[in-house]
């Protein structure tokens, strides 16, 4: 993959120019790309929001409904509903929050993905790896297991407290409109993020975050680009899969020097929370990226001489 341009005026892989961003809506509500959303939300199938519509019952929804809801994206007026609270555990414990948006608005959120993300994909940075296509968490891995054996030994693990609680509005609906002109698809962009949230039947309003669960929440990406750049401004050798960072570098003391700036990066220019019990500096074989750390044992081969282990990586 090709150096990021940043704020560039082609988007390529789509071929919009930055004129041509302002009538996006069209393009995200044109017939093609609504199949292309619709193929995607039946394929992922997913549970009901607050409306109680499955993905069953998504096209005579639509055959009878589309005409309406459409004309009511363009004129600007279409409101989306609450996405449903629901949690479910996470692997190492405790609780994760998750909204699930009813299936019509995961399909105009997957509509509007499918616009936008070409549009950004040529601004994100290649430590960048997830929600991105042709790109995985093995790849991170991988890079990972690259920098500390080309002697970058120790790694300041950052952990963004609740990031997709947190983000601000505000800064994230700026970075957006860097490269997205159309008012229309920016202010539908915006109601999607203050949807409200019910919770056992009573709709919460939300000032802040992103709903974490369907397609729009992909765009976080967008935000967590401004740390991305910083970090490759500074010349730093890291890996980023969505919300989760680790940052390589040689020595302990650089370690501690650039978590404490980092830290003050994070909140202060993009207001985020970093969890300071769960950040800190340490070998990669005692932290865990992506659920995977670092194997820094010796085996015994059958010839009775000792040698590094070849697994390099262990899962946690």
């Known amino acids: 993959m090709g150096k990021r341009i940043r704020h560039q005026k082609v988007t390529a892989r789509e071929g919009y120019s930055h004129e041509e961003t302002i009538e996006l809506l069209d393009s995200i509500l044109s017939r093609p790309n609504m199949q292309r959303a619709y193929q995607r939300v039946?394929?992922?199938?997913?549970?009901?929001?607050?409306?109680?519509?499955?993905?069953?019952?998504?096209?005579s929804y639509l055959q009878t409904h589309w005409q309406r809801t459409k004309a009511a994206l363009l004129r600007?007026?279409?409101?989306?509903?609450?996405?449903?609270?629901?949690?479910?555990?996470?692997?190492?414990?405790?609780?994760?929050?998750?909204?699930?948006?009813?299936?019509?608005d995961r399909l105009i959120q997957q509509a509007i993905h499918q616009v936008l993300s070409p549009i950004f994909e040529e601004q994100f940075s290649d430590s960048s790896y997830g929600f991105r296509p042709k790109r995985s968490a093995g790849q991170a891995v991988q890079q990972a297991r690259d920098y500390m054996e080309a002697g970058h030994r120790w790694v300041v693990d950052i952990d963004l407290e609740k990031f997709f609680d947190k983000v601000n509005h505000d800064i994230f609906m700026s970075r957006i409109a860097r490269h997205v002109k159309d008012k229309a698809v920016l202010k539908l962009i915006h109601a999607y993020l203050m949807a409200g949230i019910s919770d056992n039947g009573q709709v919460n309003m939300r000032t802040m975050g992103t709903p974490q669960g369907g397609p729009i929440a992909l765009l976080s990406n967008i935000i967590l680009t401004d740390l991305d750049n910083e970090l490759e401004d500074r010349g730093h050798k890291f890996c980023?899969?969505?919300?989760?960072?680790n940052i390589y570098v040689k020595s302990e003391r650089a370690g501690q020097r650039?978590?404490?700036?980092?830290?003050?990066?994070?909140?202060?220019?993009?207001?985020?929370?970093?969890?300071?019990?769960?950040?800190?500096?340490?070998?990669?074989?005692?932290?865990?990226?992506?659920?995977?750390?670092?194997?820094?044992?010796?085996r015994i081969t059958d010839c009775g001489s000792r040698q590094r282990c070849k697994c390099v990586l262990r899962r946690m």
């Open 76 to 104: 600007g007026d279409y409101r989306p509903q609450a996405v449903l609270k629901v949690s479910i555990p996470k692997a190492g414990g405790g609780q994760r929050e998750l909204g699930i948006p009813t299936v019509l």
């Open 42 to 59: 039946m394929r992922n199938k997913g549970a009901a929001g607050v409306d109680g519509m499955s993905v069953d019952t998504l096209k």
């Open 258 to 298: 650039v978590l404490q700036s980092v830290t003050t990066f994070l909140e202060n220019t993009l207001k985020l929370k970093v969890n300071q019990e769960k950040s800190d500096v340490g070998r990669p074989w005692q932290r865990k990226f992506l659920g995977y750390s670092v194997c820094n044992q010796n």
């Open 240 to 245: 980023r899969y969505a919300d989760g960072c």
